[in-house]
């Protein structure tokens, strides 16, 4: 069951200059400031920079947020999507997994136990 979005993800090979100019531009600094993640809460959603990605001109990765991760990855798989990330734990009981959509659309998904939909505005 898809629950709404949750996180957007930015690559930012260097994180530094990634936090100057999200900093900048959210008139916050990160609550999650780790050198293989930075995180913002805005507005009850969650703008995360990532140093592995690669940056382009099609945007950030959305991710929908689930209850399950492991059981809503499997579910999209019957429902015809193909493989694109297996769901993996990216710690603070947080996991993400990834499929490809019909037209080979990225459809990312997130199980985050710390989203508080009252914070949402």
Do not use: C, Q
Not at 21 to 35: Q, R, V
Not at 64 to 90: C, F, I
Not at 106 to 116: A, T
Request: no cysteine; net charge negative.
């Amino acid at each position: 069951m898809i629950l709404g979005l949750r996180t957007a993800i930015y690559p930012a090979p260097d994180l530094a200059k990634g936090k100057a100019f999200y900093s900048a531009i959210l008139g916050a600094e990160p609550y999650f400031d780790e050198p293989f993640y930075v995180g913002y809460s805005v507005g009850g959603f969650e703008l995360g920079l990532i140093p592995d990605g690669a940056p382009n001109a099609n945007g950030a990765a959305a991710l929908w947020g689930v209850p399950d991760a492991d059981a809503e990855y499997s579910r999209l798989l019957t429902l015809g999507a193909r493989p694109h990330e297996a769901v993996k734990d990216v710690g603070g009981g947080i996991k993400v997994a990834a499929v490809l959509d019909p037209f080979g659309n990225v459809f990312s998904i997130i199980e985050n136990p710390h989203f508080d939909t009252a914070n949402v505005r």
